[in-house]
C-alpha cells in the first residue's frame, strides 16, 4: 500500500516518539505529512525538516 501510494501519512501518539524498536516498517524519506497529539522536542522538529516531513499537531 505505502509502495502506490502518492502520499504517505503517519499517525503516532506523541509518546511512541524515541522509543526504539527492532522492525522497521518505513523510512523516513518516504513519508510526507505526520500527525501527532502533542508537541515534540526539537530534536524531532529538526529531523522531520530534514526529511521535509510536514507535521500537524492534533490537539
Do not use: Q
Amino acid at each position: 500500500m505505502l509502495t502506490n501510494s502518492k502520499e504517505r501519512y503517519l499517525l503516532i501518539d506523541s509518546n511512541k516518539f524515541g522509543r526504539c524498536k527492532t522492525y522497521k516498517i518505513v523510512g523516513f524519506e518516504t513519508i510526507d505529512e505526520i500527525f501527532t497529539d502533542n508537541e515534540l522536542p526539537e530534536e524531532w522538529h529538526a529531523l522531520l525538516r530534514k526529511n521535509s516531513i510536514r507535521l500537524t499537531i492534533c490537539r
